[in-house]
């Protein structure tokens, strides 16, 4: 499988402009914008130096991305081990550009998000691709026990998961890390989702396992945490010594972040927990009733407990299983743009499920839920 010209989010968020559809795809917030943000975003460009700042971060976010983590996951971590990127994909590709050598093998596991293959290859790595087990998208150890070879490196893991929302346990992830442990791997982990969990389920980083703090690398995104998807600021965290390694890319890779959009996310972070409780609850309410509206509608939709997505299974929702011609059926016929979940599949693709953001206000969900059910109606 090579890369795509468009990713399947800037087509369907295309097909949306084109069509005039209600747009449920590409995953970003049509909501009020924090204001705190936006006031220390406009204070730090009114107030502070506009060159480059340092190549690393400015200290003060990367000191407040380690206690931001030690405050929420319990992490033990100092500004030594955050590199901050200009967004979570450029600490993914600083990552593997610092971690992968031509012709090491590294195991994906699909549902992938699309830059994570690509990224893979152009730093020379050969991908070995296992799957999540639908419908709890379990991760099968056996698979991945049986996926290691002598030419192994690293693992990629995501959680919560984007397309489908699951988690990973620690349970499953003391089981990867002693593999990690026994082959001598590094575990990538994409953690840009940490913050947006609706229910009870504990957000765990592989670096919480201690077979896994000196070989893991954690991404986070400040565009997810706060809600700016388009300020694109991320960072890698890890041992002081791979950073140094993530470091030595990222300055070749853009170099620097925009200062101002530093300085307010390192205020960002620092804001009360009950701001962040605000925050989920403002986002549980819309998940909740974008789900209310589909099951009342008839449509099947999937247990999960992060990222801005849920997604519907087709067959037992009454529609067309091949979802990468009903994602395309539903923009033009329907007016509501989706994602394809097919389209986070290297190869054998599973079908048949489809995700919907939630991000949005709620008229925008109940129409979007009406015009399903009639698109649904009309088919019969
Ligand atoms: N992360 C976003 C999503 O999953 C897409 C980001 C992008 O379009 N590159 O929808």
Redesign the pocket.
Known sequence: MTAPDT?I??RM?GLAREYGAINL????PELPEPPELIAAAQAALAERSNQYPPMRGIPELRSAVANYYARTQGLNLSADNVVVTSG??EALAASLFAMVAPGDEIILIQPL???YLPLVQWAGGVAKVISLTPPHWTLPLDDLATAIGPKTRGIVLNTPN??VGTMLTRKTLEAVGALAEAHELWVLCDE?WEAMVFDDTPHISPLAIPALAARAIKIGSAG?IFSM?GWKVGWAVAAPHLAARIAARHQFLTFTTPPALQWAAAEGLGLANSWFDAERARYAALKARLVRGLEAAGFKVLPCSG???VTIDLAASGLPADDAMLAERLVREAGVAS?PVSAFYAQAPETGYL?L?FTKDETVLDEAVARLAKFRAQLD
Do not use: H, L, M
Request: hydrophobic residues 30%; proline residues 4%.
């Open positions: 990713t989010f800037e968020s795809g590409q995953g970003f979570g994909t998000y699309d830059a984007n397309p840009v997810k998807t990222t801005w997505f994602i995700r953001c």
